[in-house]
């Protein structure tokens, strides 16, 4: 089961991302305690959302391959892939999020704007409250940028890139 977290407003926080991009390319949040809260993971669950620009798919950028790209990736770096029955028993419940949208500027969609988010959640408890505990992002890496429509494939170099920055950040919260 794939998860949306954007319905309704997607396209608009994708143009939020992306003229906020314009000013910085990449985003790597390397907050207190980021990489920090990755140490002790078993492993991660992965859920790519939906690609929301028809476009974009016929371009060769779909869920799917993303889907792939990430979960390959994290094998062969030695980090564990949930399924969905061991990531709702693992603690904490981690799970990454890839958010790949382009949005078509122009009238005759020649150029995309491209904006990637990959993001760790897990579930934390409220420090005012203990007893509320919800899922949220402590990690996170953002980017957005400038391409030609017959370079969309180019933005799953960008999605591979965002999840080298979270392997690297894992390896180094869980030294072998």
């Known amino acids: 089961m794939r998860a949306v977290a954007w319905v309704g407003c997607g396209r608009w926080i994708t143009v939020l991302v992306f003229v906020v991009g314009l000013v910085s390319p990449t985003l790597a949040q390397e907050l207190p305690g980021a990489r920090e809260s990755l140490a002790g993971l078993a492993g991660v669950y992965v859920i790519v959302e939906d690609i929301i620009n028809p476009d974009v798919e016929r371009g ?6 993303l889907q792939t790209d990430v979960e390959v990736k994290l094998r062969l770096a030695g980090i564990r892939v949930l399924t969905k029955t061991e990531w709702h028993a693992a603690p904490g419940s981690p799970f990454l999020s890839l958010y790949a949208q382009a949005v078509g500027l122009g009238k005759e969609r020649l150029v995309y704007g491209p904006v ?24 996170s890496s953002l980017t957005s940028g400038v391409t030609v429509a017959k370079s969309l494939y180019k933005v799953r170099e960008d999605v591979r890139d965002r999840v080298d920055e979270f392997i690297n950040a894992y390896l180094a919260a869980n030294p072998k």
């Open 116 to 139: 990637i988010s990959l993001g760790l959640y897990q579930k934390v408890v409220l420090a005012r409250n203990p007893t509320i505990t919800l899922h949220a992002r402590t990690w």
């Open 60 to 65: 060769g950028l779909a869920w799917s391959t």
